[in-house]
């Protein structure tokens, strides 16, 4: 029961991650938004399987998965940022409609 709930809850964080995915016209604000959406969907998604298999060997191999996305998701996404930056993307200004 609670491992659905997680699960429909990963999925609601993934919709509303790719409509400001597509809402954001800036570069950075999109990797800003998809890093957001890909960490903590992750962690919904692991915390529900973990419920899922029950505590045991196995969930605690899910939750070293957890704790190794939950460091390197951010630092990936970093690299990615800086380097555009460093290329010349330019942040560009958000055009209010």
């Known amino acids: 029961m609670i491992g659905n709930v997680l699960l429909v809850l990963s999925w609601i964080y993934i919709v509303f991650g790719i409509i400001g995915i597509f809402r954001f016209s800036n570069m950075y604000s999109r990797l800003l938004t998809s890093s957001k959406i890909d ?11 973990i419920f899922y298999s ?3 060997a196995f969930s605690i191999r899910l939750a070293l998965i957890m704790l190794f996305v939950i460091f390197t998701t951010p630092i990936s996404n970093h690299v990615i940022a800086r380097s555009a930056y460093l290329n010349g993307i330019i942040i560009e200004k958000e055009v209010k409609k």
């Open 54 to 56: 029950g505590f045991n």
């Open 39 to 49: 960490t903590v969907a992750a962690i919904t998604t692991f915390i529900a399987l």
